[in-house]
């Protein structure tokens, strides 16, 4: 991996004025560059041809790590096989044998897939067959969408309205009309260092009724959330709550959505949330861990009774006005393909349950490190909340994440938490890794 390193260095831009980076400081950024160049399994190589941990699996989707073979040969061959195939009124196998895989592996019967190319049109999507799926079966009232304070479902409109994170709302005005948000589940004072689910908060499902009861059921659509809250900072939830989120919705015929966008593919040690947490929702919006973060792909499964719903009228006519020219095109398709072969031959989607015990205990150990005010695990992800500077908040974070990746490590930060999300290929002497490099890095930042 190394040997070319001399030449991979030549190729860096000299002038990196023109890319206007993605939620990133640019001109922070800019004037002092990371760059990664080569990966392989749990490392990145960074420009300067340093050996870089990766505690993120990238952003959250190399969940098999990095530069694998098998997903690596599927992509060469799918690129001399057949390049592009339409995605409107044509098919080509691949899609429909990944439909069907997916659909076996999904828990209850979220037997339909549409395909997407991200997280966020998985978003949009998923509320479009909300809205749609009401309005067919003749509730058109049910124009409402519900999401939950802090949470994080991409960036397009629907995703940004349904979202709840300010700094991400802000600046883009009224965004989508109907939406309504419940309260986040963060509640430190009760809930600080749990280990795996809080035991308190599971009455905050019923803020769901406080909402019906304002708007009326006969209004509301759907409600979308992250089982686990991850982007925002890992918020993981109550004992209870969702269960009990989940009989609310099924009271009021409200449509109950899960973004799994991070959770999906084994982060929390089964294939989703919803198989993990014993609770299924109506839709669910994948994409990240899908193809291994490789291709752009994402996935929304409904309930067949959904699909079904859909299936009336003239067979000629278009069922669902909605699609992207790349849904399931067959790069994308071949390489999730090959994903889920590696999944299963390496048994990663549950790989997370055996080490979640160590994880745990290895992150909770730095409870006593400098400026440490919480510690969140489930799965394999983690969060390490840190006392803010005073009128300087995401400051001490960001100077972490600088000195992280100056020590050899990657690690993710929001706010003034940093979250940890490592390929589930982790061994256990990388998490010490991952864990006694946070505890240097805690004794150095400011
Ligand atoms: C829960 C959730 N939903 C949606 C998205 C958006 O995905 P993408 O960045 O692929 O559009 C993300 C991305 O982090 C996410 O975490």
């Known amino acids: 991996m190394t040997e070319n390193r001399k030449e991979i260095n030549n190729q860096i831009p000299n002038d990196l004025s023109s890319f206007w980076m993605p939620f990133s400081a640019n001109r922070q950024f800019k004037k002092s560059p990371r760059m990664f160049v080569a990966a ?7 420009a300067d041809g340093r050996l870089i941990l990766d505690g993120t699996a990238g952003l959250w989707c190399v969940n098999a790590g990095h530069c694998r073979p098998k997903i690596t040969k599927a992509i ?39 395909f997407t190319n991200s997280g966020s049109e998985s978003v949009e999507t998923a509320l479009k067959i909300a809205l749609a799926y009401h309005r067919v079966r003749g509730e058109g009232s049910r124009f409402r969408l519900i999401g939950r304070e802090r949470g994080y479902h991409g960036v397009n409109f629907g995703g940004t309205s349904v979202g709840g994170i300010m700094p991400n709302r802000k600046m883009f005005g009224t965004l989508l009309t109907g939406v309504d948000h419940i309260a986040h589940t963060h509640l430190p004072q009760k809930n600080a260092f749990s280990k795996g689910q809080p035991e308190y908060g599971a009455h905050l499902a019923d803020e769901l009724e406080r909402i019906i009861a304002l708007h009326d059921a006969s209004t509301i659509a759907a409600l979308i959330i992250e089982p686990v809250a991850g982007s925002t900072g890992v918020l993981i939830p109550p004992k209870n709550y969702l269960q009990r989120l989940r009989e609310i919705c099924t009271k009021h015929g409200i449509l109950l959505i899960f973004d799994e966008v991070i959770t999906g593919f084994g982060r929390l040690g089964a294939p989703f949330a919803a198989d993990y947490f014993d609770v299924i929702p109506d839709i669910m919006i994948t994409a990240k861990g899908l193809t291994n973060g490789v291709i752009p792909m994402g996935a929304v499964f409904v309930k067949s009774e959904i699909y079904n719903a859909f299936m009336r009228g003239d067979e000629h006519l278009i069922e669902f006005m909605h699609g992207y020219t790349y849904s399931g095109n067959p790069m994308a398709a071949a390489t999730a393909l090959a994903t889920l072969e590696t999944y299963k031959e390496e048994g990663l989607l549950t790989r997370a349950a055996d080490l979640a015990d160590y994880w745990q205990e290895a992150l909770h150990s730095l409870k006593d490190a400098p400026f440490v005010i919480d510690i969140r695990n489930i799965g394999l992800i983690g969060a390490i909340e840190l006392e803010p500077i005073k009128n300087m908040p995401t400051k001490r974070a960001f100077s972490a994440f600088i000195k992280a990746y100056e020590n050899g490590l990657l690690i993710r930060t929001t706010g003034d938490i940093i979250a940890l999300s490592p390929p589930l290929i982790i061994e256990k002497n990388q998490i010490d890794e991952i864990v006694d490099g946070l505890r240097k890095i805690l004794h150095e930042v400011e």
């Open 40 to 46: 392989k399994d749990m490392h990145y190589i960074s």
């Open 76 to 114: 060469q061959q799918q690129a001399q096989e057949l390049d592009y195939a339409p995605a409107f009124q044509m098919g080509h196998p691949k899609a429909f044998q990944l439909a069907n895989k997916l659909a076996d592996l999904a828990p209850a019967d979220l037997n339909n897939v549409f």
